[in-house]
């Protein structure tokens, strides 16, 4: 018995401290099981990014609602590219783009990113009606930080462009997502010439391509932890896409 050989005196402070250590054998007994947490708080995360480990990049326009993504896990890495002043826009490519523009407006925040985010590890470009995992995104970061050698993460599309040598052969990454790290864009090389108007995904390819050459590693995306136009899991389903009046 805890208690067994005690003066009277000492009873009380032997009590408390016998309640005490049978309330903390309790509480490690019921949250722990084989040395892993049980019950995790919501937002709990071992391995929270950082402000130098995570910048997400998305082109908008004066239509996009960037409440919506500024209230998802990627709002606090969230750097909008637009072509107006305005509240919401943090990397402005001044020319005012359009569709047949968005190769330039690609040039352009490329450019920024190299020149003025040299303290951060890894990029996301996200279009504007697409979502992607958070913990697949912290899966990538933790498996390839560090890497001295350019690294490449997309669903990638052979280019072939007869009219551009410089595009031609190029794998570029499809819009929706593409992921890189600091290594990719310290070789990219933005100053590439073609003919013609060209999907900016593939410009982006093009300039990977001749800058970074055979050394870049291309990772394959897990598309089941990106969702494009439409966002369908268990029992929501949400439509992403613009409206169509709009």
């Not at 912290?138 to 390839?144: A, L, P, S, T, V």
């Not at 050698?149 to 595009?167: A, C, E, K, T």
């Not at 010439?193 to 870049?216: L, S, T």
């Not at 990772?219 to 268990?234: A, L």
Request: with cysteine; glycine share 6%; aromatic share 14%.
């Amino acid at each position: 018995m805890c208690i067994k050989n005690l003066n009277v005196r000492n009873i009380a402070l032997a009590l408390f401290l016998c309640l005490l250590i049978a309330e903390l054998t309790f509480v490690g007994t019921s949250i722990y099981s084989e040395g892993r947490p049980r019950f995790i708080p919501y937002g709990y995360s071992r391995h929270e990014f950082t402000n130098d480990s995570l910048v997400v990049v998305m082109p908008i326009n004066e239509n996009t609602d960037t409440q919506f993504y500024r209230n998802q896990w990627l709002g606090d890495y969230l750097h909008t590219v637009c072509d107006f002043d305005g509240p919401d826009c943090s990397l402005s490519c001044n020319a005012k783009s359009t569709y047949e523009t968005l190769d330039k407006k690609t040039i352009c925040f490329t450019n920024i990113l190299k020149q003025e985010f040299k303290h951060v590890n890894f990029f996301i470009k996200l279009d504007d009606d697409a979502l992607v995992d958070k913990e697949y995104v912290r899966d990538m970061i933790e498996k390839y930080k560090g890497y001295n050698r350019p690294v490449y993460i997309s669903d990638f599309i052979l280019n072939l462009d007869g009219q551009n040598p410089v595009l031609d052969g190029s794998y570029y990454g499809n819009g929706k997502f593409y992921m890189f790290n600091r290594a990719l864009l310290d070789c990219i090389n933005t100053e590439i010439k073609y003919k013609g108007r060209r999907n900016e995904d593939a410009i982006f390819g093009a300039m990977v391509y001749n800058g970074c050459g055979p050394n870049v590693l291309k990772i394959t995306e897990d598309d089941s932890k990106i969702w494009h136009k439409q966002y369908e899991n268990k029992n929501k389903k949400i439509d992403l896409s613009a409206l169509t009046n709009h």
